[in-house]
RNA sequence: GUGGGCGUAGCUCAGCGGUAGAGUCCCUGACUGUGGAUCAGGAUGUCGUGGGUUCAAAUCCCAUCGCCCACCCCA
C-alpha cells in the first residue's frame, strides 16, 4: 500500500466490475425517463460561481462553504455543486422554451467540499430531471412517478416516498414568521445548532434531528395549516393525482428542503441501509427560479439522486462474475497457434468478444486463462480440428463440448443460436 | 468544520518493543486434447508518510495524509 500517489480525500476511482454496474443502472434509468418524455442535457462541469449563489441561496451551506471556487481570468468560478441551476440557466440561453425543450435530464458529477463520509464523496454523481414551464399538479405526480422509477431501475426495494408542500413564496413567508414568533419562548432550550437555523432558515429547525429539538417544536405550527388557498388547492391536487395511481406516499409536514429556490410540492425519498444518508432522492417545485436567473416567469420542478446512494442502498456486490467475453480461443499445435491472431481478430468482426491466449501457454495454462476469463466458452482448435473444418466448443460453465464450425461467420452464428437456446 | 475508530502483500486480516506472517489471489510445473480440483515449487511489502523516543519501532509518542462512523449538511 506504498503508493506514491493516491486520490484527493472524497475523490474516488470506479474500477470495472463497478463500471458494468453503474452502466446497467444508467440504461434502465434512461429507458425509464425516456418514456415520460425527457432528454438529455449535459452542462459543463465548472461555471461562473455567481449562478449557484443566487440559486441555491447566499445562505446555505452549499454555497457558504462546500463549493470548490477558483477564479479564471479574473472570474470566480466554481465546480457544480448541484445540476438544477446550470440547467436553467442553459434554459434560458439557448431559448429552449422555443424549441419545446421542456423536460431535460441528466447524468453526471457534482462537487461538495463537505467531509466524506458513507454515501457522501466530494465527487459524487447525480442523474436527476428538470420540467421547465409546466405548472400543473399532474407534473408534479408524473415527476415523482419517474423518480420511483429511477429508484427502482437501481433496485432499491422498498423505497420510502416523503411529502411536503412548503407553499407559494408568500405563504412560505408568512409561516416563517409565525414559525419564529412559536419558538421565540423556547428559544433558549434548543440546540445552538437550531438557534442559529431560526435566524437564517427557520424551516430547517423543524428537522433537526435532536429528540430534545424535536419535543421543543412539536406542537409548533405546522406549514400545512398556513397554505394560502392556491397552494392548498395545489398540494391536494398532487396527493389526489398519487392516490389514483396507487404511489404510496407519506406527507411530513417537517420535510423542507435545503435549497433556498424551492416552493410548493417538495419530496424525497429515503432508502434503507445507509447509515445516517438515507436520501437518495430530493427534489421540489422551483416556480420562481427561471425568472430570478433573468428569463421569462416559467414554473419549473425537478428533483436529483445520488448514484452511489441509489447503487448503495440497493446492495448489488460488484458484478465479478459477470459475463465479460464470448469466447476464449485455445490452441493446440504450431498450425493452430500462428492462425490464432488472424481468426481472433475474424471473429471480432463478427461482433464477438473475444480473448485468447498470446503467449502461448500448454493447453492446460490455455484452459485456465480461459476459465479466468471471464468467457462463456472455450473455443478449442487444433490439426484435428483443422483439418475436419471444425472447432470444439466448451460451455465454461456447464462443461459440454460439441463441435461447430470452424469458419468465423458461421461460428458466430451457431454460437448466438445456442446462446439463446440456453437462455 | 467538530468528535471517535482504523491504515501491515493485489484482497481479507493476524502480529502490538527483539529476524514481517496467514488465508486468498498471482506465477511456474505435474499438463501439447481440456479450466474451476489436487499436489509441488515460487514471487510480492519503504508495515500510509514524515519526525521523535529506544541498543532495538509495524509495535510507544507527535505531526500529516487517506479511509470509515457519527454530528453538521445534503443526493
Not at 36 to 45: K, Q
Request: net charge negative; hydrophobic share 35%.
Amino acid at each position: 500500500m506504498a503508493v506514491r500517489y493516491q486520490s484527493l480525500r472524497g475523490f474516488s476511482d470506479l474500477l470495472p466490475g463497478e463500471t458494468e454496474l453503474w452502466q446497467a443502472f444508467e440504461t434502465r434509468a434512461r429507458r425509464a425517463l425516456a418514456r415520460y418524455g425527457f432528454r438529455e442535457i449535459r452542462p459543463p462541469h465548472l461555471e461562473k460561481t455567481e449562478l449557484f449563489t443566487r440559486s441555491v441561496g447566499e445562505g446555505t451551506d452549499i454555497v457558504g462553504k462546500e463549493m470548490f471556487t477558483f477564479e479564471v481570468s479574473g472570474d470566480s468560478v466554481s465546480l457544480r455543486p448541484e445540476l438544477t441551476a446550470q440547467v436553467c440557466r442553459a434554459y434560458i440561453e439557448h431559448g429552449l422554451d422555443r424549441r419545446g425543450l421542456g423536460r431535460l435530464y441528466y447524468v453526471g458529477p457534482a462537487f461538495r467540499k463537505e467531509r466524506p463520509q458513507k454515501g457522501r464523496l466530494r465527487q459524487f454523481h447525480q442523474v436527476g430531471v428538470e420540467v421547465f414551464g409546466e405548472s400543473a399538479p399532474e407534473t408534479d405526480v408524473e415527476v415523482i412517478a419517474v423518480a420511483l422509477e429511477t429508484v427502482a431501475a437501481a433496485g432499491v426495494e422498498q423505497p420510502r416516498l416523503l411529502l411536503n408542500s412548503i407553499g407559494d413564496p408568500e405563504s412560505r413567508t408568512a409561516y416563517k414568521r409565525i414559525l419564529v414568533a412559536a419558538l421565540e419562548s423556547v428559544r433558549a432550550q434548543l440546540c445552538a445548532d437550531c438557534r442559529t437555523r431560526l435566524e437564517r432558515n427557520p424551516l430547517r429547525v423543524l428537522d433537526c434531528k435532536v429528540d430534545h429539538c424535536r419535543t421543543l417544536t412539536a406542537d409548533a405550527p405546522r406549514i400545512d395549516e398556513h397554505l394560502s388557498d392556491d397552494a392548498r388547492r395545489h398540494f391536494d391536487a398532487v396527493r389526489a393525482g398519487l392516490d389514483r395511481l396507487g404511489i404510496a406516499y407519506q406527507v411530513d409536514p417537517r420535510l423542507v428542503r435545503g435549497l433556498d429556490y424551492y416552493v410548493h410540492t417538495t419530496f424525497e425519498i429515503q432508502a434503507e441501509g445507509l447509515g445516517s444518508q438515507n436520501t437518495v432522492l430530493g427534489g421540489g417545485r422551483y416556480d420562481g427560479l427561471v425568472a430570478q436567473l433573468g428569463g421569462r416567469q416559467v414554473p419549473g420542478i425537478g428533483w436529483a439522486a445520488g448514484i452511489e446512494r441509489l447503487l448503495m442502498a440497493a446492495g448489488v456486490d460488484t458484478a465479478e462474475s459477470r459475463e465479460v467475453l464470448d469466447l476464449y480461443l485455445v490452441t493446440l499445435g504450431p498450425r493452430a497457434r500462428e492462425g490464432a491472431l488472424e481468426l481472433a481478430q475474424k471473429l471480432r468482426a463478427e461482433d464477438l468478444r473475444v480473448g485468447w491466449d498470446t503467449a502461448g501457454h500448454g493447453l492446460g495454462g490455455q484452459m485456465k486463462r480461459a476459465g479466468r476469463s471471464g468467457a462463456r466458452y472455450a473455443v478449442l482448435v487444433g490439426d484435428d480440428e483443422l483439418e475436419r473444418g471444425l472447432v470444439s466448443v466448451k460451455d465454461l460453465s456447464s462443461g459440454e463440448q460439441s463441435e461447430a464450425p470452424l469458419e468465423p461467420g458461421e461460428l458466430a452464428v451457431w454460437l448466438r443460436r445456442r446462446s439463446e437456446e440456453q437462455c
